[in-house]
């Protein structure tokens, strides 16, 4: 069985701050792990992507994300908030199999103060 | 081109009506998901598709029955539309590689029962 947790269901942070945004996964198996951004009234982006290779992901919008085994954390962070940033955003945990469907986490809504 | 497609985008309807759901994808891709996601953002997979073949069927009350015609559309019909059912419902589609990769994610249907 998998499943995400991600701490803090709002995160507010001021116009060129540090965004982080806390996801902690497990996973019996080595985890395929996923950071989508949802923006109101739309439909899900893929944000960036582990899939074993790299830990240190780099993804679309200046975003990465690291993935620490020991920790089992994947942490989403961007150097410089941007207002156009605001958004929820989900962290999410896959199976092996190429059909499996995702296990998100219940979403982190980000708030940027100008 | 939109890559993932979804009609309607609103659905308003009464209980005990049946409704359905369309899900078009141009991406090419072998695997297709339904997904809903309630009032407080929770997404939880219901469905997935490989092939015009159910791989997974959630704990989804048998009301709700996915159709595949092909490989490039996936259906959802509802029965006995009941209030708990409102809720946004997402298709997804990805490559089946054998291995997880990127889900691409339609605009949505929002279902809402009265």
């Known amino acids: 069985a998998q499943s995400v947790t991600q701490l803090g269901s709002h995160v507010s942070v001021s116009e060129g701050a540090l965004v982080l945004l806390r996801c902690n996964y497990s996973?019996?198996?080595?985890?395929?792990l996923f950071w989508y951004v949802q923006y109101p009234n739309q439909g899900l982006q893929l944000l960036l992507k582990y899939t074993s290779a790299a830990t240190l992901v780099k993804g679309i919008n200046g975003f990465e994300a690291e993935f620490k085994k020991s920790e089992t954390s994947f942490h989403l962070t961007k150097p410089s908030a941007h207002m156009s940033d605001a958004a929820e955003y989900f962290c999410?945990?896959?199976?092996?199999?190429?059909?499996?469907?995702?296990?998100f986490g219940k979403g982190t809504h980000l708030i940027i103060q100008p | 081109d939109t890559a993932v497609s979804q009609t309607p985008k609103y659905l308003v309807t009464q209980m005990g009506n049946d409704k359905s759901i369309k899900c078009e994808q141009n991406?090419?891709?072998?695997?297709m998901y339904w997904y809903k996601q309630d009032s407080k953002k929770f997404l939880k997979i219901m469905f997935s598709y490989n092939n015009k073949e159910l791989i997974i069927n959630e704990t989804v009350p048998n009301r709700f029955s996915p159709k595949s015609p092909d490989k490039a559309h996936l259906n959802l019909h509802i029965n006995s539309l009941e209030l708990g059912d409102s809720a946004v419902y997402f298709c997804a589609s990805s490559q089946d590689g054998g291995r997880p990769d990127t889900q691409y994610f339609g605009p949505g249907t929002r279902l809402t029962v009265l």
């Open positions: 991406l090419g891709h072998d695997t």
């Open positions: 999410a945990v896959s199976g092996r199999g190429g059909a499996d469907g995702l296990t």
């Open positions: 996973s019996s198996v080595p985890p395929y």
